[in-house]
């Protein structure tokens, strides 16, 4: 168990509304507070929300040091099942590594009616020589944020060890993509200092989905849900909701 302390603006998210749930997802090093602007805009259009806070997230760098990605999926499927229990239909929207564990959700649950991946990471080369970096932490990846004045709850640091387990979690998800069949919506900066946005096209051309569509955002980095472009990605991500709710 982890004992440390959650720190303020890092709980999970829990809002009780329609038959539809939508399962949120919040990236490596980061925490719920990334995606609380979704979260509530979501509930607001009535829609039941769980935005879980992946295991070794938003206490110390020490904890996720020991926190691997068998731990963060755990805690994306104890969203799903809640949301299960709750709702008719489930749709999943992450960003970043949240975005790759969409991903995975719709891999692996048959009935997810739609997902949504924000800068979702399946092949990062920055991170891949682990081997190469002094100690057990090496920079921080967070607040990569066009806007002025905003700030991501991030870790200050970040567990190479964690690093590690995320290119594992990165190459199992892109191993699979071809699995994908449900709608996709796929949001991608056009610049963005975390995540190449090729990753975002290679998701887009892999997967099965019948019906896929890419929006460029123009004017955020990584962390567009706290960016710029954060307005759009609400409006967009409503749009398709309702669209593949309509459908069934």
Known sequence: MEMTNVLKGADPIYFKGNEVGILVSHGFTGTTQSM??????????GYTVCAPRLKGHGTTPEDMEKSTKEDWIESIDEGYRWLKDRCEV?????????GTLALYVAQNYPDIEGVIPINAAIDIPAMENTEAMDGPFTDAIGSDIKMEDVEELAYERTPVRSIDQLLDLMSQVKSQLSSVHCPILVFVSDEDHVVPPHNSEVIFDTVFSEHKEIVHL????HVATLDNDQDLIIERSLEFFQMYTKTK
């Open 90 to 98: 489930i749709f999943t929207v992450g960003l970043s590594m949240g």
């Open 36 to 45: 609380r602007p979704l979260a509530e805009a979501y509930a607001r259009a």
């Open 218 to 221: 123009e004017n955020s980095y």
